[in-house]
């Protein structure tokens, strides 16, 4: 079993920039691929960046690509996502999700939380205009 647990979410403002991590323990070797969800008020969850546990594979969604960065560090079981240039619609609960194998990039851009095998409780993030 894998427990994931996000922190570093809070309130900023437009513009600024806020980093959030995702802290893996238990059978972490069972790691593959591991995803950021977001869900704002009111609107279903999606997937703004995906990474490979071992490879250098990443992928973005449109609406954040160039503004957010996604990065591990395996010492640390660790997954982040910097994000710079927030605007309000950035405003969510993120959420990490991981599964047990890869995903091609069409698949993780169309993946929901069922298509993974592990996530957390999320953390939130709120960008005032």
């Known amino acids: 079993q894998v427990q994931l647990v996000e922190s570093g979410g809070g309130l900023v403002q437009a513009g600024d920039s806020l980093s959030v991590s995702c802290v893996a323990s238990?059978?972490?070797?069972?790691?593959?691929?591991i995803s950021w969800f977001r869900q704002a008020p009111g609107k279903g969850r999606e997937v703004v960046a995906a990474?490979?546990?071992?490879?250098?594979?990443?992928y973005y969604a449109d609406s954040v690509k160039g503004r957010f960065t996604i990065s591990r560090d395996n010492s640390k079981n660790a997954v982040s996502l910097q994000m710079n240039s927030l605007k309000p619609e950035d405003t969510a609960v993120y959420y990490c999700?991981?599964?047990?194998?890869?995903?091609?990039?069409?698949?993780?851009?169309?993946?929901?939380?069922?298509?993974?095998?592990?996530w957390g409780q999320g953390t939130q993030v709120t960008v005032s205009s």
């Open positions: 238990g059978r972490t070797s069972g790691i593959y691929f």
């Open positions: 999700a991981a599964r047990r194998s890869n995903l091609n990039e069409a698949a993780a851009r169309r993946s929901s939380l069922n298509d993974y095998d592990y």
């Open positions: 990474i490979t546990w071992y490879g250098g594979s990443r």
